[in-house]
């Protein structure tokens, strides 16, 4: 959106085809830079293309071994369910 308001996309128009509010679009030009530092630092984007914020971890190594382990589980095996009790139980190996 941010894009489209740099291209030269009025705002009203904008407004109309999002049914954001013109104050909200006003808002986030002026705040821009502040908007994009935020989104870079702490954005998590879904598979179904939705943000989720990300707030920084205690032990980042463990959560990366535990998300390659994740993954390599479900390609091997993607109709198998992992719970939380198949990881605990991994981690017990």
């Not at 904008?14 to 530092?37: A, R």
């Not at 954005?43 to 293309?49: E, K, N, Q, S």
């Not at 990366?64 to 939380?84: N, Y």
């Amino acid at each position: 959106m941010l894009k489209q308001i740099e291209a030269g996309e009025k705002l009203s128009t904008l407004g109309k085809e999002l049914n954001i509010p013109l104050t909200t679009l006003c808002t986030w030009k002026k705040k821009k830079q502040h908007i994009q530092e935020n989104a870079t630092l702490s954005t998590v984007w879904t598979p179904h293309g939705r943000r989720k914020r990300s707030w920084g971890s205690k032990y980042p190594e463990l959560e990366h071994a535990l998300l390659i382990w994740f993954r390599d589980m479900q390609s091997r095996t993607p109709l198998v369910k992992i719970d939380h009790k198949m990881a605990m139980a991994r981690a017990d190996l």
